[in-house]
C-alpha cells in the first residue's frame, strides 16, 4: 500500500522537471537503468541550480520510511518492480537506504516520469493535485 503523500510525490515530479527540462539534460538513449550509467553527469553545471538544491533539500527533508517509499515508486515506475511487488520494492529501498537518496534519485534524469508511472500503477495521477 502506498503510504506517501501522492501531493508530495507530485510536487517533487514538478521540481523533476523543473531541473531536468530546461536544460534538455536527457539523453536520448539512456539505458534501462540510468543510475548504473553514473546518471549524474546529467546534472553537470546544475549543481547551483536553485531548483536543484530544493528539490535534494525537500527529498533529503522527507522521513526514513517516505524516502524509501519515494525510491520504491521510482522503481515501480522504472519497471524494476511490478505492482505486486510493492511489498519487496519498499523492503529492498529500506536495505539499501543511506544519506545519498536524494543524490541517488537525482541521478535518474528521468525521475518525474518513473514517479508519474509509479503512481498510475496506484490509479493515481498528478493532474488530481494540481491546484485550481
Known amino acids: 500500500m502506498l503510504e506517501i503523500d501522492p501531493g508530495t510525490v507530485c510536487y517533487i515530479v514538478l521540481k523533476a522537471r523543473q531541473v531536468y527540462a530546461p536544460e534538455d539534460t536527457i539523453e536520448e538513449n539512456f ?16 549543481e547551483d541550480d536553485p531548483n536543484l538544491q530544493e528539490l535534494k533539500a525537500w527529498i533529503e527533508s522527507l522521513n526514513l520510511d517516505e524516502q524509501c ?10 519497471d524494476d518492480y511490478a505492482k ?8 529492498t529501498a529500506q536495505q539499501r537506504h543511506s544519506e545519498h537518496t536524494g543524490d541517488y534519485l ?3 534524469p528521468l525521475l518525474a516520469d518513473y514517479l508519474e508511472e509509479g503512481l498510475a500503477q496506484f490509479d ?3 493532474e488530481d493535485f494540481k491546484d485550481g
Not at 534501462?32 to 553537470?44: K, M
Not at 519515494?70 to 515506475?77: D, E, F, R
Not at 505486486?84 to 523492503?91: G, I, L, M
Request: glycine share 10%; hydrophobic share 55%; aromatic share 4%.
Open 69 to 78: 517509499q519515494l525510491v520504491a515508486l521510482a522503481w515501480l515506475g522504472r
Open 84 to 91: 505486486e511487488d510493492w511489498a519487496e520494492a519498499v523492503v
Open 106 to 108: 537525482l541521478g535518474m
Open 124 to 126: 493515481l495521477s498528478c
Open 31 to 46: 539505458g534501462a537503468n540510468p543510475v548504473d550509467e553514473d546518471a549524474l553527469e546529467a546534472l553537470a553545471g546544475n
